[in-house]
């Protein structure tokens, strides 16, 4: 677009509105090139699935720093996380049928009426030595042991074993606690990543029930989705619906997607996560008290592992795809922030194959590839309704 003074009663363009327009002009370029360049990868997945812990690991794998403000407010929240955390497990009781010790009963007020630090303030030392009189009862214990029945945060246990280090007046979260630390996303977060050649930004939504509207709005030019499933969840129920199974609400989301006209050409990666939870549990949770179909032996853990696998895949499989794309199976825990380092420096090797055809793997262990068939697919309906067995 060239530029010129205009005729009579015209409006004469100087060389300072040319450079303006110059400049302009080299900046939509650059920001053309940046976009013709970048992988938009959306996290998707039932709430507490581990998709915020994901995007967490990623900012400490690729050196994104935290801010003070930030650091700061996962002090804070920290607290929350500790004395809310407990209150819920209290709240639980009470349908357990369980009570505290008598000794015990004077510091549950303390806990219900637990308020939220100010910017520098310390954790209250009063709520020390309470706190963990209440963690060490016996029937607190025991509705511990029975979190499933009521969804309890799972990072009581990573938190009150360091309650001392925590009342500490000096105390500021370390990176693990910074991953440790939990809070439903509401809205959309996206953060960029820069790799060899590429950008990468990482869509995050929330996933509670009252989160998904909104996922609609993230589903333009997607290069490839992660579907986070906590694998631990296939005996727990929802934060939000305690009728409801964690895991059979993330196989109905799953297959949601993979009839979605939307990404019918994106390639997708399924993190079966929370590895380490399922492994804990599975000796005194037995699977098929919850998917009667199972048919390995009580306390398998490979079985399990393998069972869920082939669930997500049939249910792909069934759904079909336009085009022949693959589907990347990964056992994951999203809290090992070694495990992901490791596993991000071989992923990032492979971008520059898998971009120009618009697949991008991402984080995971060796994957298990499955292939889909094709089909026409439907819009996505995002149904409340379970999948079937």
């Known amino acids: ?10 409006v004469e363009v100087t060389e300072h509105d040319k450079h303006l327009h110059k400049q302009a002009e080299k900046e939509l370029k ?25 995007l967490k690991q990623m900012r400490l794998i690729h050196r994104v720093p935290f801010s003070p403000q930030e650091i700061e407010s996962y002090r804070q929240l920290t607290f929350e996380n500790v004395t809310r955390g407990l209150k819920y497990l209290l709240d639980a009781m009470e349908d357990m049928e369980l009570q505290v010790l008598e000794e015990n009963v004077a510091h549950v007020a ?16 009063e709520f020390h030595q309470p706190l963990q009189s209440l963690w060490d009862d016996p029937n607190v214990q025991k509705a511990w042991a029975r979190g499933n029945e009521a969804a309890l945060p799972e990072n009581l246990l990573y938190f ?43 869509v995050d939504v929330g996933g509670q029930k009252s989160e998904r509207r909104k996922w609609i709005h993230c589903f ?47 390639s997708i990666i399924l993190f079966l996560n929370k590895n380490d939870l399922f492994e804990r549990k ?32 049939k249910l792909a499989t069934r759904a079909g795809r336009l085009k022949e794309r693959e589907i990347y199976i990964h056992i994951t825990t999203a809290t090992d922030t070694a495990m992901l ?23 995971g262990l060796p994957p298990r590839v499955y292939k889909c068939t094709s089909l026409s697919l439907p819009s996505i309906p995002f149904p409340s309704s379970t999948c079937a067995h």
């Open 1 to 10: 677009m060239g530029a010129c003074i205009s005729s009579a009663g015209g």
């Open 30 to 54: 650059e920001a053309k090139a940046r976009l013709a360049n970048q992988v938009k990868v959306l996290l998707l997945g039932s709430g507490d699935s581990g998709k915020s812990t994901v």
């Open 110 to 125: 303390m806990v219900e009426g637990a308020e939220d630090l100010r910017d520098g303030e310390p954790f209250p030392k």
């Open 160 to 202: 009150y074993s360091a309650l001392d280090r925590l009342f500490d007046p000096q105390y500021q979260p370390t990176e693990q606690d910074i991953i440790q630390c939990r809070a439903r996303t509401i809205g959309i977060t996206e953060t960029t990543f820069t790799l060899r050649d590429h950008e990468m930004l990482m």
């Open 220 to 266: 333009q030019d997607v290069t490839s989705i992660l579907f986070l499933v906590s694998l631990s969840g296939y005996d727990q129920c929802l934060v939000e619906d305690k009728d409801a199974n964690q895991m059979q609400d993330a196989m109905t989301i799953w297959d949601s997607i993979c009839h979605s006209q939307w990404f019918k050409s994106t």
């Open 282 to 313: 599975i000796p005194n949770s037995d699977i098929k008290n919850f998917f009667p179909d199972f048919d390995g032996e009580a306390g398998d853990v490979r079985a399990g592992r393998d069972y869920f696998k082939r669930r997500f895949a």
């Open 341 to 363: 380092r490791v596993v991000m420096a071989a992923v990032e090797g492979t971008v520059s194959d898998l971009f120009p055809f618009g697949d991008f793997l991402v984080l």
